[in-house]
């Protein structure tokens, strides 16, 4: 994929290992608030292979309360710093404030990874502008607070075409180009719309951007599988394996080194020839 000053090469899937420097996250919330555990985290992901870390300081679980920018930045902060001092790997930072992103991209964080596709904080266009920095555009219904209080569509994947459609015009009129877009599994989506979302994936690679699935762990997976959130594994690689094969060019997960085998295992299979 000939994409230009993402600071990666799309030609292989990548993965974004998920550092979450939250007491409430639904899967690993409170398990790396101190900066040792965070630090220790943040080494075993890059060992395993990510080639991103996605840090975040607030949950955007369903139902998550929110928290200010100054406490979203105590817990940041020193983990970024203290990542970049001792490795070069790729971070991106998980919020839709644009004072986190900015502190966050001074100490040395390269992309933003914002839910509300830049629509929440009207000064994260200017911060992405200034910093000409790639940016993850997320679909999400409502807030975190809300999103899962009966979402509904009359055509999910029409409703995700119209507004990508509206957020790259708009984003593009101002001169941002370095676009990921993020179908937002889980963010406003019933059970049906989760699937349905995977089934059409391909049907968003018209636009030329890269695409990212953030599957990891999720409830829809439970609600099929039946297991709880530390027994969703094989379900999670399923989705990574199918958005692969239909053109995923990140995918974010808990687990990267299940995850990184089975990305190699599906382009393998992909780009066999005959």
């Keep these: 994929m000939e994409l230009q ?24 919330g409170g398990k790396y608030l101190e900066i040792d555990q965070a630090l220790d985290r943040a080494r075993h992901l890059e060992q395993e292979g990510a080639d991103i870390i996605d840090i975040g300081g607030e949950s955007t679980r369903p139902g998550a309360g929110a928290v200010s920018d100054t406490e979203e930045l105590r817990r940041i902060l020193p983990v970024i710093a203290a990542i970049r001092s001792r490795s070069s790997i790729l971070m991106s930072i998980d919020t839709y404030k644009a004072r986190v992103a900015e502190e966050a991209l001074q100490h040395g964080v390269n992309w933003i990874n914002d839910i509300s596709g830049l629509r929440f904080d009207q000064e994260m266009v ?30 999910v994947i029409m409703d995700l075409h119209a507004f990508f459609t509206e957020r790259i015009q708009f984003l593009n009129a101002l001169g941002i180009t370095k676009i990921i877009l993020d179908p937002g599994i889980g963010f406003g989506k019933r059970l049906e719309d989760n699937f349905l979302i995977l089934r059409h994936l391909n049907s968003f690679k018209h636009y030329g951007y890269p695409l990212l ?52 295992m599906i382009d393998r299979i992909i780009t066999a020839s005959t």
């Excluded at 200017?126 to 009359?154: A, F, I």
């Excluded at 199918?242 to 997960?253: D, I, K, L």
């Design 5 to 28: 000053n993402y600071q990666i090469d799309f030609n292989i899937p990548r993965i974004m290992g998920i550092l979450n420097i939250t007491p409430d996250s639904f899967s690993d």
């Design 126 to 155: 200017r911060v992405v502008k200034k910093w000409d920095c790639p940016v993850v555009v997320m679909h999400m219904l409502g807030s975190p607070q809300t999103m899962q209080e009966n979402p509904y569509y009359q055509n």
């Design 213 to 264: 699935l953030g599957t990891s762990r999720k409830s829809f997976i439970g609600t099929v599988t039946g297991r709880a959130v530390e027994d969703r594994l094989a379900g999670t690689l399923a989705t990574i394996a199918w958005s692969v094969v239909q053109g995923a060019s990140v995918v974010r997960t808990h687990d990267v080194a299940a995850a990184r085998d089975t990305v190699k």
